[in-house]
């Protein structure tokens, strides 16, 4: 059972409001990451983080921001959402230097009207 | 350019049948290459993960193979159940950086008849 957990799981959203997304893990890994994903399409890493204090932006441009004030939490803010975000968000995290322990939480679907 | 290419595209088999998913990659320098399942409208589940000395490994029902010289993976699925519907995605992890880079490949959807 993953212990990686996001909320909501599904949101619908008017043009132009703010939103943000919930990430949380109860495994204290320090690496944590943001993908986006469309229909049918693979994965794109939008956003990651080391720790605390430490944020990237991935390889998929995106509009988002996230921060990450404690190991635990790594939330994604869209300022003024646009129907282009609708898509699905899938949050990360990962043990540095073995590739075991990389756990997907179930994801946000994020659709803008 | 580091790339993963899976086939078929989708797949449909009846219950109890077995069946084979295609994993090509030119992701370098190689690190592992794992197969992941995900359910519709939900985070992807590993179901392998193997490193460049394992050529086979196996799951329950599900077992993958690597041919780290030819840059090939395959996922074969062993008396399906209609459980496995879902999209089975081959990612690879390259070496070249810290942050051990995955790249995803856009997945094979499965679709279990009874």
């Known amino acids: 059972e993953a212990d990686i957990y996001q909320t909501p799981r599904y949101l619908v959203i008017g043009t132009g409001k703010k939103i943000t997304l919930e990430c949380s893990q109860t495994?204290?890994?320090?690496?944590m990451y943001w993908y986006q994903q469309d229909p049918g399409m693979e994965l794109h890493l939008i956003h990651y983080?080391?720790?605390?204090?430490?944020?990237e932006k991935g390889d998929l441009s995106s509009e988002s921001t996230v921060s990450r004030i404690r190991t635990e939490h790594f939330p994604l803010t869209l300022e003024s959402a646009r129907p282009s975000h609708t898509s699905q968000y899938l949050c990360?995290?990962?043990?540095?230097?073995?590739?075991?322990?990389?756990?997907f939480g179930s994801g946000t679907r994020l659709t803008v009207v | 350019k580091n790339q993963v290419e899976q086939s078929p595209q989708s797949l449909i088999i009846l219950e109890g049948k077995n069946c084979t998913l295609q994993c090509n990659y030119t992701v370098s320098p190689f690190s592992n290459l794992r197969w992941y399942k995900q359910d519709t409208g939900r985070g992807p589940v590993s179901l392998t993960i193997?490193?460049?000395?394992?050529n086979t490994k196996s799951n329950g029902r599900y077992t993958a193979t690597l041919d780290a010289d030819t840059k090939q993976s395959s996922l074969h699925i062993t008396a399906s159940q209609l459980s496995d519907s879902a999209s089975y995605i081959c990612?690879?992890?390259?070496?070249?950086?810290?942050?051990?880079?995955?790249?995803f490949g856009r997945g094979t959807q499965l679709t279990v008849w009874p």
């Open positions: 990612v690879v992890s390259d070496r070249g950086s810290t942050l051990g880079r995955l790249y």
């Open positions: 990360a995290s990962s043990v540095p230097g073995t590739p075991y322990g990389y756990t």
């Open positions: 983080s080391y720790g605390v204090n430490s944020t």
């Open positions: 193997m490193t460049f000395s394992e």
């Open positions: 495994m204290g890994h320090d690496k």
